[in-house]
């Protein structure tokens, strides 16, 4: 999906079809580090699944090769633990999907550029935010 393939309002939207809501503040994701897992041709990892951290999918990520719980205080990351939200990469969240170790997901702020990877049946099935 390119930038151009969002709507003529410039708002991009959740896998819902909604306008895509906040992930997480603290600490403060996305790729853009704005809050929201909104991306652009930029973002070649993709960072547009909102997912809830849990020690099993740390875990998995740091065997993967991606340590998201380890403090980086010169990147001004300060590592993630369990319960906080987060912009994964579509590609990383089906990974760990497929391993059975996916995270939780918050549909209403998860990018629908996320569908060119992962389902959206797979990403309902781990929603946080549906009735």
Do not use: Y
Request: net charge negative.
């Amino acid at each position: 999906m390119n930038l151009r393939d969002f709507p003529g309002d410039g708002v991009q939207r959740n896998v819902l079809g909604g306008p895509l809501g906040t992930c997480g503040e603290r600490p403060l994701t996305g790729f853009f580090r704005d809050g929201c897992c909104n991306t652009s041709d930029d973002d070649l990892g993709r960072h547009t699944v909102c997912a809830v951290m849990t020690a099993e999918f740390l875990e998995f990520s740091k065997i993967a090769g991606n340590d998201l719980s380890t403090p980086r205080p010169e990147f001004g990351f300060p590592g993630l633990q369990p319960g906080d939200r987060w912009c994964l990469c579509a590609a990383r969240w089906r990974e760990a999907w497929e391993a059975g170790a996916a995270p939780r997901v918050v549909l209403n702020a998860t990018n629908e550029a996320s569908l060119d990877l992962v389902s959206l049946e797979a990403l309902k099935a781990l929603a946080i935010d549906l009735n």
